[in-house]
């Protein structure tokens, strides 16, 4: 049971260049997240998804593009790559019930831009 | 807004002592359940324990519980008997339920270093 699967796991970008950054799930959940992680800081919401072809912007989305084509997939794209944007980048995802629904991590992506 | 906050960017304690991790939160919602992960150094987030605004007792899964106060907006974690193995990030969040946001919102999060 794979989970929650991210690649690539690490990525060096020069400035200017844009990447999509892949995440599937094989566990049919509805919603999905992405967040980033910057050294000692906690996570935050880039986009999130409650289902294929819904998007929505969490509290960072400025640099950053989604798509939710299918259920299983939610890329994140990065256009024009900025060293503010060097990271480490989970992708979740949850069921869609309330209550105690945890969200599965995948196991990040580290992006440096330079 | 939804919010939360973790006041203790890095704690000690003794292996075998229990230790207190903080985490009050904002919310306009009344139904909303509380997260707490486990980052270790490898850098996986693990799920520990959850605890939902209308649940009653306090959530407990093994040496982990949430000493929930909601008038206070307060979810902390307690870890007793501490191990080393604990020694990791732990990241407290959110998700409101009313609404169609969905947002699961994180803490900032708090290093904790046990000590033998």
């Known amino acids: 049971n794979a989970g929650v699967t991210q690649t690539p796991k690490f990525r060096i970008l020069k400035i200017g260049q844009s990447m999509t950054l892949q995440c599937t799930q094989d566990m049919n959940h509805n919603y999905m997240y992405w967040y980033r992680q910057d050294p000692g800081m906690g996570l935050k919401l880039i986009y999130y998804?409650?289902?294929?072809?819904?998007?929505d912007k969490g509290e960072v989305p400025n640099g950053y593009n989604v798509s939710r084509s299918t259920t299983e997939d939610f890329p994140l794209r990065l256009e024009l790559a900025a060293p503010s944007q060097t990271s480490v980048y989970f992708c979740?995802?949850?069921?869609?019930?309330?209550?105690?629904?945890?969200?599965?991590f995948g196991q990040g992506t580290r992006l440096t831009v330079v | 807004a939804q919010k939360i906050t973790q006041t203790q960017p890095g704690m000690f304690v003794q292996e075998k002592e229990a230790v207190t991790l903080d985490c009050t939160y904002d919310t306009s919602d009344q139904s909303y359940g509380l997260f707490w992960y486990k980052q270790p150094s490898s850098g996986e987030m693990i799920f520990l324990i959850y605890?939902?605004?209308?649940?009653?007792q306090n959530a407990t899964e093994g040496r982990y519980s949430l000493n929930f106060q909601k008038a206070r907006k307060s979810a902390n974690l307690v870890i007793s008997a501490s191990q080393l193995g604990d020694s990791a990030m732990y990241f407290c969040?959110?998700?409101?339920?009313?609404?169609?946001?969905?947002?699961?919102?994180f803490g900032t999060g708090t290093l904790l270093a046990v000590q033998p």
């Open positions: 998804s409650v289902g294929a072809g819904i998007t």
């Open positions: 605890q939902g605004s209308y649940d009653e």
């Open positions: 979740a995802s949850r069921i869609s019930d309330r209550g105690r629904t945890e969200a599965f």
């Open positions: 969040a959110m998700r409101e339920y009313g609404g169609a946001t969905n947002k699961l919102i």
